[in-house]
């Protein structure tokens, strides 16, 4: 026994405590609060909001001061109204102090945004209040009331000065225009023509009166608000002798239209088709006329749509391309496409070598991979580029002809020159164009490393004789000839029929 050892294992303190010293240790914590409890009421009030408890401090406060001045009032000083205030003051904290501590963070938020702490550190402020006390403030007329006064009263001079140019001249022409704005609320433009003779020099000009909100598009709705228009401006329906609108079927109607209405109360107000609307219907018939037309301006857009879709995209065509972008197609104006076929005219081997680039780029998207050499292919075929070179002659003549007929100065016999020049182009290039456009498209073909010859449809094989020669020229010529048949003639053929169609009124 006596050499019996005794082994204590001796536990190491913990590092959290367990449950019940947390328990013990929240008893402790909740019987501390319970014994403090109402200990602040013998030094303060409950309420410090109570008059009751207001005006016995008040009282033991007052008290000791009154037996010590013995209620002289030489020690009561005049007080400041205008720095103790209240009435108009959005913070208390500027003037009266604070006792509400418990909403102390909202009321500071208050007081910084309140305009007697922002006066007492922005002179500019100090400047403004000033003024208003002293009632010095000048007119400045920059209130949006007495702006839109403004500019209503001088609408109203200026369009007065209008009706009286148009009733001295006495006869007018109309010409509406119907589009949505961004509210997406059909309005309609109304602009009168007629012969200035107020100034020295007597001119034809336009005068532009207002937009109307048209809610009814029909040609009857149209042809109302029209004649309530022309009502309140004091124009006489009888003295309009000229009409123009675009071709809209809302329009150009020969039963319901808005010039077939205007017509029966007025046989004279004669209807003119607007001619650069004319011109841009052609090209649509033209672009129209067979599906190789369709899948053309089909490329061009997808080239965009490529390269604009990322900034990576971009950067990659700006390195290959030295001075013209490519541009977005016009769903409108057609003979603004000229910028986007002219991009790609004048840049085709530097745009393919883009599209080359893109496709074997490893950080490309895979669907971006696949549309680059999509469009590598169909770029790199003679079709495409005969295309492009025979579609950018037209609509560069066409935009020609289009811009000299947006011109102010431009007549009816003016008109009737562009329009015959036109079509006489169009029959001269239908005879001697596709040469040219050959020539062309060979050079651009050989500076792409593009072969010169058209896709030939599978035909059967027969057993040759001895003395035939090969046909492979003539399976070339073969396609080259349908080619201009079923696509470069039946585009000018169509041009030339909806030009005499669309202008035969002229």
Same mark, same amino acid.
């Given at each position: 026994?006596?050499?019996?050892?005794?082994?204590?294992?001796? @536990?190491?303190?913990?590092?959290?405590?367990?449950?019940?010293?947390?328990?013990?240790?929240?008893?402790?914590?909740?019987?501390?609060?319970?014994?403090?409890?109402?200990?602040?009421?013998?030094?303060?009030?409950?309420?410090?909001?109570?008059?009751?408890?207001?005006?016995?401090?008040?009282?033991?406060?007052?008290?000791?001061?009154?037996?010590?001045?013995?209620?002289? &009032?030489?020690?009561?000083?005049?007080?400041?109204?205008?720095?103790?205030?209240?009435?108009?003051?959005?913070?208390?904290?500027?003037?009266?102090?604070?006792?509400?501590?418990?909403?102390?963070?909202?009321?500071?938020?208050?007081?910084?945004?309140?305009?007697?702490?922002?006066?007492?550190?922005?002179?500019?402020?100090?400047?403004?209040?000033?003024?208003?006390?002293?009632?010095?403030?000048?007119?400045?007329?920059?209130?949006?009331?007495?702006?839109?006064?403004?500019?209503?009263?001088?609408?109203?001079?200026?369009?007065?000065?209008?009706?009286?140019?148009?009733?001295?001249?006495?006869?007018?022409?109309?010409?509406?225009?119907?589009?949505?704005?961004?509210?997406?609320?059909?309005?309609?433009?109304?602009?009168?023509?007629?012969?200035?003779?107020?100034?020295?020099?007597?001119?034809?000009?336009?005068?532009?009166?207002?937009?109307?909100?048209?809610?009814?598009?029909?040609?009857?709705?149209?042809?109302?608000?029209?004649?309530?228009?022309?009502?309140?401006?004091?124009?006489?329906?009888?003295?309009?002798?000229?009409?123009?609108?675009?071709?809209?079927?809302?329009?150009?109607?020969?039963?319901?239209?808005?010039?077939?209405?205007?017509?029966?109360?007025?046989?004279?107000?004669?209807? @003119?088709?607007?001619?650069?609307?004319?011109?841009?219907?052609?090209?649509?018939?033209?672009?129209?006329?067979?599906?190789?037309?369709?899948?053309?301006?089909?490329?061009?857009?997808?080239?965009?749509?490529?390269?604009?879709? &990322?900034?990576?995209?971009?950067?990659?065509?700006?390195?290959?391309?030295?001075?013209?972008?490519?541009? &977005?197609?016009?769903?409108?104006?057609?003979?603004?496409?000229?910028?986007?076929?002219?991009?790609?005219?004048?840049?085709?081997?530097?745009?393919?070598?883009?599209?080359?680039?893109?496709?074997?780029?490893?950080?490309?998207?895979?669907?971006?991979?696949?549309?680059?050499?999509?469009?590598?292919?169909?770029?790199?075929?003679?079709?495409?580029?005969?295309?492009?070179?025979?579609?950018?002659?037209?609509?560069?003549?066409?935009?020609?002809?289009?811009?000299?007929?947006?011109?102010?100065?431009?007549?009816?016999?003016?008109?009737?020159?562009?329009?015959?020049?036109? @079509?006489?182009?169009?029959?001269?290039?239908?005879?001697?164009?596709?040469?040219?456009?050959?020539?062309?498209?060979?050079?651009?073909?050989?500076? @792409?490393?593009?072969?010169?010859?058209?896709?030939?449809?599978?035909?059967?094989?027969?057993?040759?004789?001895?003395?035939?020669?090969?046909?492979?020229?003539?399976?070339?010529?073969?396609?080259?000839?349908?080619?201009?048949?079923?696509?470069?003639?039946?585009?000018?053929?169509?041009?030339?029929?909806?030009?005499?169609?669309?202008?035969?009124?002229?």
């Amino acid at each position: 026994m006596g050499n019996a050892r005794i082994v204590v294992d001796i @536990m190491p303190p913990r590092k959290y405590a367990s449950g019940s010293q947390k328990r013990k240790r929240r008893k402790h914590t909740e019987d501390f609060v319970l014994s403090q409890k109402g200990a602040m009421d013998k030094f303060l009030k409950r309420d410090m909001g109570d008059p009751r408890n207001t005006n016995e401090l008040a009282i033991v406060l007052v008290e000791p001061v009154d037996e010590q001045t013995g209620g002289n &009032s030489e020690y009561q000083g005049p007080t400041d109204h205008n720095l103790f205030n209240s009435d108009s003051c959005t913070s208390s904290l500027a003037h009266d102090g604070y006792r509400d501590w418990k909403h102390i963070s909202e009321r500071l938020k208050e007081h910084e945004n309140s305009a007697e702490h922002i006066t007492e550190f922005d002179l500019v402020m100090q400047d403004h209040l000033r003024r208003i006390e002293r009632k010095d403030i000048h007119y400045h007329y920059l209130s949006n009331k007495i702006q839109n006064e403004l500019i209503s009263l001088l609408a109203s001079d200026i369009t007065n000065t209008i009706i009286k140019i148009i009733k001295e001249a006495k006869y007018f022409s109309i010409i509406l225009d119907c589009t949505p704005d961004v509210s997406h609320e059909e309005q309609m433009s109304l602009i009168v023509r007629c012969v200035n003779i107020s100034c020295n020099k007597i001119e034809v000009e336009e005068y532009f009166l207002g937009f109307l909100k048209v809610d009814d598009t029909s040609g009857l709705g149209l042809f109302n608000i029209l004649i309530d228009s022309l009502e309140s401006f004091g124009l006489d329906i009888d003295d309009i002798r000229g009409q123009g609108y675009d071709n809209g079927s809302n329009m150009k109607g020969k039963h319901q239209g808005v010039q077939k209405r205007l017509l029966d109360k007025n046989p004279r107000a004669f209807y @003119m088709p607007c001619a650069c609307h004319s011109l841009n219907l052609t090209l649509c018939d033209m672009a129209k006329s067979c599906s190789k037309d369709v899948s053309f301006f089909g490329i061009v857009q997808r080239i965009y749509t490529l390269f604009s879709g &990322s900034t990576k995209r971009w950067k990659v065509l700006l390195d290959h391309v030295p001075s013209l972008t490519v541009k &977005s197609l016009c769903n409108t104006r057609w003979e603004s496409r000229i910028k986007s076929v002219a991009a790609i005219r004048y840049q085709a081997p530097h745009i393919r070598a883009a599209l080359f680039e893109l496709h074997h780029a490893s950080d490309t998207e895979p669907m971006a991979k696949s549309d680059a050499k999509s469009l590598y292919d169909l770029i790199g075929t003679f079709e495409f580029i005969l295309g492009m070179v025979i579609w950018h002659d037209i609509l560069y003549a066409v935009n020609v002809v289009s811009k000299k007929l947006q011109s102010s100065s431009m007549c009816l016999h003016s008109t009737l020159e562009q329009i015959d020049g036109i @079509m006489s182009y169009f029959d001269k290039y239908r005879n001697e164009g596709f040469a040219s456009s050959m020539v062309v498209a060979k050079d651009i073909a050989s500076v @792409m490393g593009v072969e010169a010859s058209f896709p030939v449809k599978r035909c059967a094989i027969r057993k040759k004789h001895y003395d035939e020669n090969n046909c492979s020229n003539e399976a070339n010529l073969q396609g080259e000839k349908d080619f201009e048949v079923n696509y470069f003639l039946v585009m000018l053929d169509m041009a030339s029929s909806s030009l005499k169609n669309r202008f035969e009124d002229l």
